[in-house]
């Protein structure tokens, strides 16, 4: 791969790979300033070649890519930084990460404010801080990029402020209802509301209701197929998916 100049190299992660051919990479991308995107990492595999190592999930790149077509070709690889170290918990959860983007996001739509946000994220995995308020607020960030931000402060029946002391169902179109017999949703307090809402953290009981929660609002927009990384998690820790945990 030619080395280009600074000005063509653009920050990524790869979401996902997969063996092509012989020697090369079909790469999954999420970069800044290009959204998600597939490239052809060509002869990456080659003995001697350094590329395959820094074509892992979780650690920042510079890359620069030609063509114009649906996949594209890799052009230059450089480390950008130390890879995210995930171990335990965090390393399915990262995976999650990367599996809801890869199911949510068009291609070639830039979401620059989401990328920053996914890094911060990944910092937050690396450092063994609370999964289950990290993937939450990511899942909320992720849903308002893609304009189907939740509505968790006013309540649908009235515009009136949900108050913590208070019960409401959830309703996917709607937000937040006073629980009735014609609601239909799972059923939060309003102090798990009012937490994802400022992005503050989630304790005790509340991480139950927000993942109930964001599975709810989510299950539309995953369609029907499991998600692999749940599959993952049970299979390396025999206990609940991340986001049922």
Known sequence: MSAPSRHELFPAFVLHRREYGDTSLLLEILGAGQGRCAAIAKGARRPRRTASALLQPFQPLWLAMTGRGEVRTLTAVEEAG??????????????????LLLRMLARHDPHDALFVFY???????????????????????????????LRLDRVADDGAPVTAESVYVYERERG????????????????????????????????REARTLLRHVLEPHLGDRPLKSRELYRRWFATEPIDEK
């Open 82 to 99: 130390a890879p995210f170290r995930l171990q335990g918990a965090s390393l399915p959860a990262g995976f999650y990460l990367n599996e």
């Open 119 to 149: 890094q911060s994220t990944l910092s937050h995995l690396a450092e063994a801080g609370d999964l289950e308020t990290a993937l939450r607020h990511f899942e909320c960030r992720l849903l308002a990029e893609l304009g189907y931000g």
């Open 176 to 207: 937040p209802c006073r629980p009735s017999g014609a609601a239909r949703g799972p059923r939060v307090s309003g102090a798990t509301l009012l937490a994802l809402a400022h992005d503050e953290p989630l304790t005790g009981e509340q991480r």
